[in-house]
Nanobody, 126 residues
Framework: QVQLVESGGGLVQAGDSLRLSCVAS????????IGWFRQAPGKEREFVAA????????RVIESLKDRFTISRDNAKNTVFLQMNSLRPEDTAVFYC???????????????????WGQGTQVTVSS
């Protein structure tokens, strides 16, 4: 079992940057692909980015790839989401999720993820 804790959210102005962290408990972190999802008020949860267990594969949704970067440090059981040039429309609760997989496969489908964090709020003012 894996427990995930997100941090790094907050209130920022448009154009600012934030780096979200997702820290996992457990000794099997290297067996999990990690994804980031976000949910804006009144909207469905959407996929943002994912990284495979050894970081051989990484993907950021096309509309965000120029501003967001995903990375991981398995020695620290941590995945990062670097978000630059933030916009008011990025305002959302950001969640990280873990998918147990014995390959470098990554998924954008939320139902394939086994464990979820509690979320961290990102608010971008104009």
């Amino acid at each position: 079992q894996v427990q995930l804790v997100e941090s790094g959210g907050g209130l920022v102005q448009a154009g600012d940057s934030l780096r979200l962290s997702c820290v996992a408990s457990g000794r099997e972190f290297g067996n999990y692909a990690i994804g980031w999802f976000r949910q804006a008020p009144g909207k469905e949860r959407e996929f943002v980015a994912a990284i495979s267990r050894n970081a051989h594969n990484a993907r950021v949704i096309e509309s965000l790839k120029d501003r967001f970067t995903i990375s991981r440090d398995n020695a620290k059981n941590t995945v990062f989401l670097q978000m630059n040039s933030l916009r008011p429309e990025d305002t959302a609760v950001f969640y990280c999720a873990a998918h147990l997989v014995y390959s470098e496969y990554i998924s954008a489908v939320s139902s394939q993820y086994d464990y979820w964090g509690q979320g961290t709020q990102v608010t971008v003012s104009s």
